[in-house]
Nanobody, 113 residues
Framework: QVQLVESGGGLVQPGGSLRLSCAAS??????MGWYRQAPGKQRELVATITSGGTTNYADSIQGRFTVSRDNPKNTVYLQMNSMKPEDTAVYYC?????????WGQGTQVTVSS
């Protein structure tokens, strides 16, 4: 019932930047954010943001990424700067409302020279 449309993934060189976006249909979600999964590895949290603007980041981000949201557009963003090869993964948008959780289709991010 809820559709999450992700965009912004692609190939970037080390040290470069990408901006991911995820547009959600319907209601305003309590938490919106991003997870990522590299081949053969566990899906891990990258960053989340609540409807009130409280953010949570993975330690591995080290201040390089910024999560934000536009509530009127019901869209969450992930600005990724100073990217490293280890950031290569499929990035998934995630939104929550109460006990309900929804996932985006995933977008590939590759950091390589």
């Amino acid at each position: 019932q809820v559709q999450l449309v992700e965009s912004g993934g692609g190939l970037v060189q080390p040290g470069g930047s990408l901006r991911l976006s995820c547009a959600a249909s319907g209601s305003i979600f309590s938490t919106m954010g991003w997870y990522r999964q590299a081949p053969g590895k566990q899906r891990e949290l990258v960053a989340t943001i609540t409807s009130g603007g409280t953010t949570n980041y993975a330690d591995s981000i080290q201040g390089r990424f910024t999560v934000s949201r536009d509530n009127p557009k019901n869209t969450v963003y992930l600005q990724m700067n100073s990217m490293k090869p280890e950031d290569t993964a499929v990035y998934y948008c995630n939104v929550k409302l109460g006990l309900l959780t929804y996932w985006g289709q995933g977008t590939q991010v590759t950091v390589s020279s």
